[in-house]
């Protein structure tokens, strides 16, 4: 049935389910099609889409949503642009990744930190932060397929999702220096930067640990000299007492 023969349909501008799913395959189709120095066109393209009743949030076979596409291929403003249409940034593919966490593998720098904000402004969870640092730690992708740029933005992006809060486990952090060849190569940077921030964890810990130790010799120490102070006061108080009995008096 066309929208034609639906004026209630076509009085809503929203489209039949066989509408939509074809809506949306042309939605999938614009993204992938398209490169990011046409990002504008590509934006042109998605809103009349949108505007028949296309689902900015409709998902592929793999469970991919249209922002995650759009972060996977190097976008930024079709990003944000996602974003300003309710573009749902927690929904995970197959492969339990979030738009947050295809930005990051994918060194996609501009929409990761588009991305971010977006999730800092509705005080996400440093979880995710932290599950997008894992993800591209264990990114493999070797100096062949990486170029210096990739390079440089892979690590522009480690080092903003751990200044954001996010954690990198030691497994993936050994991960990243056994076979991220563009991690354990022009980082030292990254792999470095990571140890030093799990070090500095590690101090932080052990600092306030010996601290919450210091605090708690010094309680003993102190109670010990209440108990010494209290003796000694007894017996004050015990000559006090036969001092003022006078000479010769007992206890």
């Known amino acids: 049935m066309s929208l034609w023969n639906n004026p209630l349909a076509a009085l809503f501008n929203t489209a039949q389910p066989e509408q939509a799913a074809i809506l949306n395959q042309k939605l999938h189709r614009a ?23 296309a689902d900015i949030n409709a998902t592929d076979a ?7 596409k759009l972060c996977a291929r190097g976008f930024d403003k079709a990003v944000d642009f996602a974003i300003s249409k309710k573009a749902e940034l927690l929904d995970v593919n197959a492969y339990a990744d979030t738009a947050l966490s295809v930005a990051a593998r994918s ?37 062949s397929m990486a170029g210096p740029r990739f390079k440089k933005d892979a690590i522009e992006c480690m080092r903003t999702l751990v200044n954001a809060g996010a954690e990198v486990s030691d497994e993936a ?5 056994r076979h991220v060849t563009y991690f354990a ?27 919450a130790k210091d605090a708690a010799k010094d309680r003993l120490e102190m109670r010990k000299i209440i108990k010494e102070d209290f003796a000694v006061n007894v017996q004050l108080n015990a000559i006090r ?5 006078g000479p010769g008096s007992k206890a």
Not at 109 to 118: G, Q
Not at 241 to 245: G, I, T, Y
Request: hydrophobic share 45%; charged share 30%.
């Open 107 to 143: 060194a996609n720098l501009p929409a990761l930190k588009t991305v971010m904000a977006e999730l800092q402004k509705n005080n996400m969870s440093k979880a995710i932060f932290s599950h997008a640092a894992e993800a591209l730690a264990e990114t493999h992708m070797d100096d």
């Open 185 to 211: 190569m022009e980082l030292p940077k990254v792999a470095l930067f990571m140890a030093e921030n799990l070090l500095e964890t590690r101090a932080e810990k052990a600092e306030n640990d010996q601290k």
């Open 241 to 245: 007492k036969l001092d003022a009995k």
């Open 31 to 53: 993204v992938e099609s398209a490169a990011p120095p046409y990002e504008d066109a590509l934006i042109d393209q998605i809103k009349p889409l949108l505007r028949q009743g």
């Open 62 to 68: 793999d469970g991919n949503t249209i922002i995650s």
């Open 173 to 177: 952090q050994k991960y990243a220096a």
